[in-house]
Nanobody, 116 residues
Framework: QVQLVESGGGLVQSGGSLRLSCAVS????????MSWYRQAPGKEREWVAS????????NYPDSVKGRFTVSRDNAKNTSYLQMNNLKPEDTALYYC?????????WGQGTQVTVSS
């Protein structure tokens, strides 16, 4: 059974930092590309970071570029999202996603709240 479990969310002041983790089990993690998404109340789910299975290629939207860093440890089957200089508009439920060919799996999300 495939499981993705996010952790590390919480309440932080504007300008602060958080590191989210995504622990993956039930699949060969090293084969899968990795992405992080977020969804704020009343808004559509938004992509915030991607990382190739090799760990050598990353992409970010302009909204988080320079503030967020995605990484992975294939030996630990875990991905990380380091978030710095957080802003109130970063408040959302953050999800990790793994995908390989037609296979696509999601975690349940971890809440990040940034106070002004």
């Amino acid at each position: 059974q495939v499981q993705l479990v996010e952790s590390g969310g919480g309440l932080v002041q504007s300008g602060g930092s958080l590191r989210l983790s995504c622990a993956v089990s039930g699949l060969t993690f090293s084969l899968y590309d990795m992405s992080w998404y977020r969804q704020a109340p009343g808004k559509e789910r938004e992509w915030v970071a991607s990382l190739a299975s090799s760990g050598t290629s990353t992409n970010y939207p302009d909204s988080v570029k320079g503030r967020f860093t995605v990484s992975r440890d294939n030996a630990k089957n875990t991905s990380y999202l380091q978030m710095n200089n957080l802003k109130p508009e970063d408040t959302a439920l953050y999800y990790c996603n793994v995908h390989y060919s037609w296979l696509n799996y999601w975690g349940q999300g971890t809440q990040v709240t940034v106070s002004s």
